[in-house]
C-alpha cells in the first residue's frame, strides 16, 4: 500500500470548499476536467491524462459523501486502483482540507510517485485558494474554454503606451487645425480693402433732397454791358458725395470674441477596482485631459460604500470626511493622464465598490 497525502489551511468557510471539491466545471479550473459517465449516477472520469504522475484518465466513483465534511471516492486509472479521502475541518480562519491516496490494487513507480503528489500539493495550495477567492468575489467565469489555471487568474494589463501616443496626436493636430482656421480668419478680416478714395470713379449718385437750394447755379442781375454772372456757387459735397458716405468700421462687423470660442472640454475619470481580496480591495482611478491645452489642478471625490476605510492612498493627496473622499493632484498636460490608487479595507468579506465618483463634479466611468 502506498499513501500520498497533503493538507492546506484556507481562509474560506467549509461550504465553499466543498463546492470547489464537488461543482464539476470548478473542479475543472483546479484540479482537472471532470466528465459525467451517462447513466451511471455518483461516476466521473477525471481527463489525467498527460498530468505529472498520471498515466491515463481516472474513473472516479464516490462512495461516501458527508457534506461538508467528507468525500470518499473510488478510483481506476486503467486498472490501478486507489481511494481518495478529502476531508474538511472548519477553523476559526476558515477551514482546513486534508486530500489523502492509498493505493488498493497495483502501485505507483518511483517516477510516478514524486510528480504525483507535487502535482496535488501544487493544486492545493496554489489553484484552490485562487478559485475560492474568484468565487468569494463572484468573478470567475466558468463558462470560458482556454485551457489551463492562469486563464483564470487575475492579471492587470498594461495600458497601451502606443495607442495612448495615437490619442495625443490627434487631439493635438485637431487643435492646430483649430488655431490655423482661427488665425486665417482674423488675418481675412483685417486685410479688408478700404473704402474706395476719391480718386476712384464712383457710382453715380442722384442728389439728395438735403442739398441746400444754393447748391442750384443762380442767375444775379447785373447791369447792361456786363455779362451776366457764372453760378454763384459750385455743388457743395454733402452727404450724398463719395467722401461722405458712411465708412465701414469695425462694429460694423462681426469681431471674434472669446465667445465664439468653444470651451474647452472638462476633465474626465474613469475608476475600476484593481485588484479584490478579503476584506477588501484596492481601487484605480484615471484623471484624463481631452483638451489641447494643459488643465489646472483637478479634485476627484469618491463616496466609499458603508463599513470601507482607506487605508492607504498612491498617485494623490488625500482628505477624508467619513465616507467621502477628496483626492487632488497637479496639472494634467493636454491630452494627457494621471493615475492614482487607493486600497479600501471592508467589514464584510466581500468588498462593496464605491458608491459615487466625480471629477470636478461630474460623474466618473465605470461607477
Not at 157 to 182: C, D, E, K, N, S
Not at 192 to 201: I, T
Not at 205 to 234: F, H, N, Q
Request: aromatic share 4%; with cysteine; hydrophobic share 40%.
Amino acid at each position: 500500500m502506498i499513501e500520498i497525502g497533503a493538507q492546506v489551511d484556507l481562509s474560506h468557510p467549509p461550504d465553499r470548499v466543498w463546492l470547489a471539491l464537488t461543482d464539476r466545471e470548478l473542479l475543472g479550473r483546479w484540479f482537472a476536467e471532470a466528465e459525467t459517465v451517462a447513466g451511471v449516477p455518483d461516476r466521473l472520469v477525471l481527463h489525467t491524462a498527460g498530468l505529472p504522475g498520471f498515466d491515463a484518465d481516472v474513473e472516479v466513483e464516490v462512495t461516501e459523501r458527508q457534506v461538508p465534511e467528507l468525500l470518499a471516492l473510488r478510483c481506476d486509472e486503467s486498472g490501478r486502483l486507489s481511494e481518495v479521502t478529502c476531508a474538511v475541518t472548519a477553523t476559526k480562519q476558515g477551514c482546513r482540507l486534508a486530500v489523502r491516496e492509498v493505493t488498493t490494487h497495483g502501485t505507483w513507480s518511483a517516477e510516478q510517485h514524486d510528480p504525483r503528489e507535487q502535482q496535488l500539493r501544487q493544486a492545493l495550495t496554489v489553484r484552490l485558494p485562487a478559485i475560492l477567492d474568484w468565487l468569494a468575489f463572484q468573478q470567475v467565469d466558468l463558462r470560458r474554454g482556454e485551457a489551463g489555471m492562469t486563464a483564470e487568474l487575475p492579471t492587470i494589463a498594461a495600458r497601451g503606451q502606443g495607442a495612448a501616443r495615437a490619442r495625443r496626436r490627434r487631439r493635438t493636430v485637431g487643435a492646430v487645425l483649430a488655431g490655423v482656421v482661427l488665425v486665417a480668419g482674423l488675418a481675412a478680416w483685417v486685410t479688408l480693402p478700404d473704402e474706395p478714395d476719391s480718386a476712384a470713379a464712383p457710382a453715380p449718385v442722384s442728389p439728395s433732397p438735403s442739398l441746400s437750394p444754393s447748391a442750384s447755379p443762380v442767375a444775379v442781375a447785373a447791369p447792361s454791358g456786363t455779362p451776366r454772372a457764372t453760378p454763384s456757387a459750385r455743388p457743395s459735397r454733402t452727404a450724398a458725395s463719395p467722401t461722405a458716405r458712411p465708412s465701414r468700421t469695425p462694429t460694423a462687423k462681426p469681431s471674434p470674441t472669446l465667445a465664439s470660442v468653444p470651451a474647452p472640454p472638462p476633465l474626465t475619470a474613469s475608476y475600476r477596482t484593481d485588484s479584490s481580496r478579503l476584506f477588501g480591495y484596492t481601487g484605480e482611478v484615471v484623471v484624463e485631459n481631452p483638451a489641447g491645452a494643459p488643465a489646472g489642478d483637478w479634485v476627484v471625490v469618491v463616496t466609499l460604500a458603508e463599513g470601507s476605510n482607506v487605508d492607504d492612498v498612491d498617485g494623490a493627496d488625500l482628505r477624508q470626511d467619513g465616507r467621502t473622499l477628496t483626492f487632488t493632484g497637479p496639472a494634467v498636460p493636454a491630452g494627457g493622464s494621471q493615475t492614482f490608487r487607493f486600497d479600501v479595507r471592508d467589514s464584510r468579506p466581500k468588498a462593496r465598490a464605491p458608491e459615487a465618483c466625480t471629477v470636478g463634479g461630474n460623474p466618473c466611468a465605470g461607477v
